[in-house]
Nanobody
Framework: QVQLVESGGGLVQAGGSLRLSCAAS????????MGWFRQAPGKEREFVAA????????DYADSVKGRFTISRDNAKNTVYLQMNSLKPEDTAVYYC?????????????????WGQGTQVTVSS
């Protein structure tokens, strides 16, 4: 059974940084692309970043380009999201997800397994 456990969320001031981690188990981690999504209260879940199976391919939402960096360590079965220059509009619950295959994808429907989420709150 696939398990994804996020950590690293918290409260930070605008302009600050956080690093989210997602530890995976129960499947062949290096065989799948991974992604990060977020959902703010009253809004739909939205794509943030994705990385292919090897880490050589990445994609980002326009709203986080240049500020967020996704990476993975296949030896540790972990995917990361480094978030810099945080803004109040980045406040949301952040979810880690496993894609259906190897390649980078961005649509919610292309992800099969989800973590429980970690809260990120950015104060102004």
């Amino acid at each position: 059974q696939v398990q994804l456990v996020e950590s690293g969320g918290g409260l930070v001031q605008a302009g600050g940084s956080l690093r989210l981690s997602c530890a995976a188990s129960g499947h062949s981690f290096s065989s799948y692309a991974m992604g990060w999504f977020r959902q703010a209260p009253g809004k739909e879940r939205e794509f943030v970043a994705a990385i292919n199976w090897s880490g050589g391919g990445k994609d980002y939402a326009d709203s986080v380009k240049g500020r967020f960096t996704i990476s993975r360590d296949n030896a540790k079965n972990t995917v990361y999201l480094q978030m810099n220059s945080l803004k109040p509009e980045d406040t949301a619950v952040y979810y880690c997800a496993r894609a259906a295959g190897l390649a980078v994808v961005t649509a919610v429907t292309n992800f099969r397994s989800w973590g429980q989420g970690t809260q990120v709150t950015v104060s102004s």
